[in-house]
Protein backbone atom coordinates (compact mmCIF):
# COMPACT_ATOMS: atom_id res chain seq x y z
CA UNK A 1 0.00 0.00 0.00
CA UNK A 2 1.61 3.62 -0.63
CA UNK A 3 0.31 6.59 0.44
CA UNK A 4 -0.13 9.95 -0.92
CA UNK A 5 -1.99 13.64 -0.21
CA UNK A 6 -3.29 13.30 -4.09
CA UNK A 7 -3.54 10.68 -6.32
CA UNK A 8 -4.35 11.77 -10.21
CA UNK A 9 -5.96 8.98 -12.59
CA UNK A 10 -5.79 10.24 -15.75
CA UNK A 11 -2.67 11.65 -17.97
CA UNK A 12 -4.27 13.44 -20.85
CA UNK A 13 -3.80 17.33 -20.97
CA UNK A 14 -5.92 17.90 -17.61
CA UNK A 15 -4.29 15.16 -15.85
CA UNK A 16 -1.15 16.44 -16.54
CA UNK A 17 -1.48 20.10 -15.76
CA UNK A 18 -3.35 19.27 -12.25
CA UNK A 19 0.27 17.10 -12.18
CA UNK A 20 2.28 19.93 -12.69
CA UNK A 21 0.33 22.00 -10.62
CA UNK A 22 0.45 19.45 -7.57
CA UNK A 23 4.11 19.44 -7.81
CA UNK A 24 5.33 22.85 -7.81
CA UNK A 25 2.96 23.36 -4.55
CA UNK A 26 5.20 20.28 -3.34
CA UNK A 27 2.37 17.97 -2.46
CA UNK A 28 3.29 14.39 -2.75
CA UNK A 29 1.21 13.78 -5.33
CA UNK A 30 1.08 10.66 -7.84
CA UNK A 31 -0.39 10.34 -11.69
CA UNK A 32 -1.74 6.69 -13.02
CA UNK A 33 -2.63 6.47 -16.87
CA UNK A 34 -3.61 3.35 -18.11
CA UNK A 35 -0.67 3.71 -20.69
CA UNK A 36 1.96 6.19 -21.50
CA UNK A 37 0.63 9.63 -20.17
CA UNK A 38 -0.72 12.23 -22.71
CA UNK A 39 -4.13 11.00 -23.21
CA UNK A 40 -5.89 11.45 -26.36
CA UNK A 41 -3.87 14.07 -27.91
CA UNK A 42 -0.52 12.00 -28.16
CA UNK A 43 -2.75 10.50 -31.70
CA UNK A 44 -3.43 13.93 -32.51
CA UNK A 45 -1.64 14.87 -35.89
CA UNK A 46 -1.02 18.44 -35.23
CA UNK A 47 -2.61 21.01 -32.98
CA UNK A 48 -3.41 24.68 -34.51
CA UNK A 49 -5.35 26.44 -31.79
CA UNK A 50 -3.02 25.85 -28.86
CA UNK A 51 -1.86 29.45 -27.10
CA UNK A 52 2.10 29.57 -27.44
CA UNK A 53 2.80 27.60 -30.60
CA UNK A 54 2.59 30.32 -33.40
CA UNK A 55 3.29 27.63 -35.95
CA UNK A 56 0.98 24.91 -34.41
CA UNK A 57 2.78 21.30 -32.84
CA UNK A 58 2.26 17.74 -32.97
CA UNK A 59 0.09 15.94 -30.31
CA UNK A 60 2.55 13.87 -29.44
CA UNK A 61 5.17 16.94 -28.67
CA UNK A 62 2.91 18.84 -26.92
CA UNK A 63 1.81 16.16 -24.58
CA UNK A 64 6.06 15.42 -24.21
CA UNK A 65 6.57 18.69 -23.41
CA UNK A 66 3.47 18.56 -20.39
CA UNK A 67 4.83 15.39 -19.32
CA UNK A 68 8.77 16.82 -19.09
CA UNK A 69 7.45 20.20 -17.62
CA UNK A 70 5.76 18.50 -14.77
CA UNK A 71 8.58 15.76 -14.70
CA UNK A 72 10.78 19.11 -14.00
CA UNK A 73 8.99 19.21 -10.44
CA UNK A 74 9.47 15.68 -9.70
CA UNK A 75 5.75 14.72 -10.10
CA UNK A 76 5.44 10.85 -9.88
CA UNK A 77 4.00 9.25 -12.75
CA UNK A 78 2.82 5.30 -13.08
CA UNK A 79 2.08 4.70 -16.74
CA UNK A 80 0.64 1.49 -17.74
CA UNK A 81 -1.21 1.64 -14.42
CA UNK A 82 -5.06 0.63 -14.84
CA UNK A 83 -7.17 1.47 -12.31
CA UNK A 84 -9.49 -1.00 -11.68
CA UNK A 85 -11.99 0.59 -9.22
CA UNK A 86 -11.54 3.00 -6.33
CA UNK A 87 -13.55 4.42 -3.32
CA UNK A 88 -14.14 7.58 -2.48
CA UNK A 89 -16.18 8.29 0.08
CA UNK A 90 -13.38 8.02 3.01
CA UNK A 91 -13.83 11.92 5.03
CA UNK A 92 -9.81 10.57 5.67
CA UNK A 93 -8.63 8.72 2.96
CA UNK A 94 -9.42 7.73 -0.51
CA UNK A 95 -8.68 4.31 -2.00
CA UNK A 96 -7.64 3.93 -5.28
CA UNK A 97 -7.06 0.17 -6.46
CA UNK A 98 -4.30 0.05 -9.66
CA UNK A 99 -3.29 -2.95 -11.26
CA UNK A 100 -2.76 -5.21 -7.74
CA UNK A 101 -1.37 -1.94 -5.70
CA UNK A 102 -3.69 -0.42 -3.30
CA UNK A 103 -3.46 3.29 -2.75
CA UNK A 104 -4.71 6.01 -0.58
CA UNK A 105 -4.99 9.69 -0.73
CA UNK A 106 -6.92 12.50 1.47
CA UNK A 107 -7.52 13.98 -2.20
CA UNK A 108 -8.45 12.73 -5.83
CA UNK A 109 -8.36 14.16 -9.15
CA UNK A 110 -10.15 12.44 -11.71
CA UNK A 111 -9.35 13.36 -14.97
CA UNK A 112 -9.76 9.80 -17.00
CA UNK A 113 -11.48 11.96 -20.29
CA UNK A 114 -13.66 10.53 -22.84
CA UNK A 115 -13.44 9.26 -26.78
CA UNK A 116 -15.54 9.67 -29.47
CA UNK A 117 -17.80 7.31 -30.78
CA UNK A 118 -16.63 5.94 -33.85
CA UNK A 119 -18.33 4.36 -36.72
CA UNK A 120 -16.07 1.48 -37.08
CA UNK A 121 -15.88 1.22 -41.05
CA UNK A 122 -12.95 0.65 -43.34
CA UNK A 123 -10.53 3.29 -43.66
CA UNK A 124 -11.51 5.47 -40.17
CA UNK A 125 -8.07 4.23 -38.54
CA UNK A 126 -6.27 4.50 -41.95
CA UNK A 127 -7.06 7.86 -42.20
CA UNK A 128 -7.51 9.39 -38.53
CA UNK A 129 -5.92 12.60 -38.67
CA UNK A 130 -5.43 12.72 -42.30
CA UNK A 131 -9.22 13.67 -43.26
CA UNK A 132 -10.96 11.76 -40.67
CA UNK A 133 -11.47 14.07 -37.75
CA UNK A 134 -13.56 13.58 -34.57
CA UNK A 135 -13.62 17.84 -33.63
CA UNK A 136 -14.87 20.43 -35.88
CA UNK A 137 -13.24 23.29 -33.67
CA UNK A 138 -9.95 21.32 -33.88
CA UNK A 139 -9.70 20.61 -37.29
CA UNK A 140 -12.04 22.65 -39.91
CA UNK A 141 -9.74 25.21 -40.88
CA UNK A 142 -7.19 22.60 -42.07
CA UNK A 143 -10.25 22.39 -44.72
CA UNK A 144 -10.33 25.65 -46.31
CA UNK A 145 -11.94 25.68 -49.98
CA UNK A 146 -12.80 21.44 -49.80
CA UNK A 147 -15.65 19.63 -49.61
CA UNK A 148 -16.47 17.68 -46.56
CA UNK A 149 -18.93 15.46 -45.02
CA UNK A 150 -20.01 15.68 -41.34
CA UNK A 151 -21.54 12.77 -39.90
CA UNK A 152 -24.68 12.84 -37.47
CA UNK A 153 -28.12 14.07 -37.16
CA UNK A 154 -28.00 15.73 -33.36
CA UNK A 155 -26.99 19.26 -32.18
CA UNK A 156 -23.45 18.89 -32.14
CA UNK A 157 -23.36 17.28 -35.98
CA UNK A 158 -25.43 19.85 -37.07
CA UNK A 159 -24.36 22.98 -35.28
CA UNK A 160 -20.45 21.75 -35.90
CA UNK A 161 -21.77 21.48 -39.97
CA UNK A 162 -23.00 24.69 -39.89
CA UNK A 163 -19.30 26.14 -38.28
CA UNK A 164 -17.57 24.17 -41.04
CA UNK A 165 -19.59 25.92 -43.73
CA UNK A 166 -17.09 29.01 -42.61
CA UNK A 167 -14.36 26.61 -43.94
CA UNK A 168 -15.47 24.75 -46.36
CA UNK A 169 -17.17 24.96 -49.89
CA UNK A 170 -19.33 22.09 -49.17
CA UNK A 171 -20.59 20.34 -46.24
CA UNK A 172 -22.96 17.17 -46.75
CA UNK A 173 -24.39 16.07 -43.74
CA UNK A 174 -24.76 12.12 -43.70
CA UNK A 175 -27.47 10.43 -41.94
CA UNK A 176 -28.57 7.40 -41.49
CA UNK A 177 -32.46 8.70 -41.05
CA UNK A 178 -34.95 10.37 -43.06
CA UNK A 179 -34.90 13.17 -39.97
CA UNK A 180 -32.42 15.07 -37.92
CA UNK A 181 -32.71 14.61 -34.19
CA UNK A 182 -31.06 18.13 -33.82
CA UNK A 183 -33.92 20.82 -32.21
CA UNK A 184 -35.76 23.01 -34.45
CA UNK A 185 -33.58 26.43 -34.32
CA UNK A 186 -30.46 24.17 -35.20
CA UNK A 187 -32.21 22.43 -37.67
CA UNK A 188 -33.29 25.22 -39.62
CA UNK A 189 -29.90 27.10 -39.51
CA UNK A 190 -28.57 24.14 -41.27
CA UNK A 191 -31.39 24.10 -44.05
CA UNK A 192 -30.68 27.77 -44.51
CA UNK A 193 -27.24 27.46 -45.51
CA UNK A 194 -26.77 27.01 -49.47
CA UNK A 195 -23.47 24.88 -48.44
CA UNK A 196 -24.64 22.36 -46.42
CA UNK A 197 -26.71 19.42 -48.42
CA UNK A 198 -27.73 16.73 -46.94
CA UNK A 199 -27.50 12.57 -47.43
CA UNK A 200 -30.34 10.74 -45.86
CA UNK A 201 -30.99 7.49 -44.66
CA UNK A 202 -27.65 6.84 -45.65
CA UNK A 203 -24.40 5.67 -43.89
CA UNK A 204 -20.85 5.54 -44.24
CA UNK A 205 -19.55 2.06 -46.03
CA UNK A 206 -16.00 2.88 -46.53
CA UNK A 207 -13.56 6.05 -46.60
CA UNK A 208 -11.10 5.69 -49.19
CA UNK A 209 -8.25 7.71 -50.64
CA UNK A 210 -4.59 8.10 -50.86
CA UNK A 211 -1.31 9.46 -49.68
CA UNK A 212 -2.97 12.68 -49.43
CA UNK A 213 -5.61 11.99 -47.19
CA UNK A 214 -9.20 11.38 -47.65
CA UNK A 215 -10.62 11.60 -51.60
CA UNK A 216 -14.19 10.12 -50.87
CA UNK A 217 -16.54 8.03 -48.99
CA UNK A 218 -18.84 5.02 -50.17
CA UNK A 219 -21.79 5.38 -48.85
CA UNK A 220 -24.72 3.10 -48.42
CA UNK A 221 -28.93 3.59 -48.35
CA UNK A 222 -30.49 2.08 -46.18
CA UNK A 223 -33.75 1.75 -47.96
CA UNK A 224 -32.75 -0.24 -50.98
CA UNK A 225 -29.31 -1.09 -50.37
CA UNK A 226 -27.54 0.81 -52.80
CA UNK A 227 -23.75 2.07 -52.82
CA UNK A 228 -22.61 5.56 -54.60
CA UNK A 229 -19.77 7.77 -53.95
CA UNK A 230 -18.98 10.65 -52.31
CA UNK A 231 -15.99 12.60 -53.33
CA UNK A 232 -14.75 14.61 -50.14
CA UNK A 233 -11.32 15.90 -48.52
CA UNK A 234 -12.31 15.68 -45.22
CA UNK A 235 -14.86 13.52 -42.92
CA UNK A 236 -16.36 14.88 -39.62
CA UNK A 237 -17.42 11.92 -37.55
CA UNK A 238 -20.02 13.47 -34.79
CA UNK A 239 -21.79 10.77 -33.22
CA UNK A 240 -21.49 11.31 -29.61
CA UNK A 241 -18.58 10.92 -27.16
CA UNK A 242 -18.37 8.01 -24.77
CA UNK A 243 -16.94 9.22 -21.23
CA UNK A 244 -13.94 7.15 -19.51
CA UNK A 245 -15.97 6.29 -16.29
CA UNK A 246 -15.97 1.97 -16.05
CA UNK A 247 -13.41 2.38 -13.09
CA UNK A 248 -15.38 5.51 -11.84
CA UNK A 249 -17.76 4.82 -8.89
CA UNK A 250 -21.43 5.80 -10.18
CA UNK A 251 -23.31 5.33 -6.99
CA UNK A 252 -20.39 8.31 -5.09
CA UNK A 253 -20.57 11.09 -7.45
CA UNK A 254 -23.29 13.23 -9.02
CA UNK A 255 -23.08 12.36 -12.86
CA UNK A 256 -24.43 12.95 -15.96
CA UNK A 257 -25.42 11.03 -18.54
CA UNK A 258 -22.18 9.19 -17.69
CA UNK A 259 -20.22 12.36 -17.50
CA UNK A 260 -19.01 13.88 -13.38
CA UNK A 261 -20.61 17.04 -12.53
CA UNK A 262 -18.84 19.65 -10.76
CA UNK A 263 -19.04 23.03 -9.49
CA UNK A 264 -16.84 26.10 -11.43
CA UNK A 265 -13.84 25.07 -8.51
CA UNK A 266 -14.15 21.91 -10.31
CA UNK A 267 -15.39 19.88 -7.19
CA UNK A 268 -17.54 17.52 -7.54
CA UNK A 269 -19.80 16.23 -5.10
CA UNK A 270 -17.53 14.14 -3.07
CA UNK A 271 -15.28 16.15 -0.54
CA UNK A 272 -11.91 16.10 -1.19
CA UNK A 273 -12.55 14.62 -5.17
CA UNK A 274 -12.16 17.19 -8.16
CA UNK A 275 -12.78 16.14 -11.96
CA UNK A 276 -11.14 18.01 -14.99
CA UNK A 277 -11.19 17.75 -18.81
CA UNK A 278 -13.23 15.59 -20.78
CA UNK A 279 -14.94 13.30 -18.48
CA UNK A 280 -16.86 16.41 -16.99
CA UNK A 281 -19.93 17.09 -17.73
CA UNK A 282 -19.83 20.65 -20.01
CA UNK A 283 -19.87 21.78 -23.84
CA UNK A 284 -16.92 22.07 -24.87
CA UNK A 285 -13.70 19.78 -24.57
CA UNK A 286 -10.95 20.99 -26.18
CA UNK A 287 -6.64 20.76 -24.69
CA UNK A 288 -6.58 24.20 -23.50
CA UNK A 289 -9.90 23.92 -21.32
CA UNK A 290 -8.74 20.60 -20.20
CA UNK A 291 -5.58 21.79 -19.16
CA UNK A 292 -7.19 24.69 -17.08
CA UNK A 293 -9.61 22.79 -15.09
CA UNK A 294 -6.79 20.36 -14.53
CA UNK A 295 -4.35 23.62 -12.65
CA UNK A 296 -7.71 24.81 -11.02
CA UNK A 297 -9.01 20.94 -9.41
CA UNK A 298 -5.04 21.26 -8.54
CA UNK A 299 -5.34 24.13 -6.67
CA UNK A 300 -9.09 23.25 -5.14
CA UNK A 301 -7.50 20.00 -3.88
CA UNK A 302 -4.38 22.01 -2.35
CA UNK A 303 -7.10 24.10 -0.52
CA UNK A 304 -9.09 20.92 0.56
CA UNK A 305 -5.64 19.45 2.20
CA UNK A 306 -4.90 22.63 3.62
CA UNK A 307 -8.42 22.81 5.14
CA UNK A 308 -9.47 25.66 3.54
CA UNK A 309 -12.46 23.84 1.86
Known amino acids: MADYQLIIVGGGPAGLTAG ?3 ARARLK ?12 VMNTDWIDNYPGFPEGISGFELAEKMLAQAARFDLETRGNSEVVSMDLQGSEKKTVL ?3 TVLTSRAVILATGARPNKLNVPGEEEFAGKGVSYCATCDGPFFR ?10 NTAIQEA ?18 LRATKVVQEMAFANPKIEFAWSSNVAKIDGGAQGVE ?8 DGRESELPVHGIFVLVGTIPNNEMLPADQ ?9 TDREMRTSQPGVMAAGDIVSKDVRQVVNGAGEGAVAAMAAEHFLAGQD
Open 20 to 22: LYA
Open 29 to 40: AVLLDKGAPGGQ
Open 216 to 223: RVILVNNG
Open 253 to 261: LEMEEGFVK
Open 145 to 154: DTEIAVVGGG
Open 98 to 100: ADD
Open 162 to 179: VYLTKFADKVTVIHRRDE
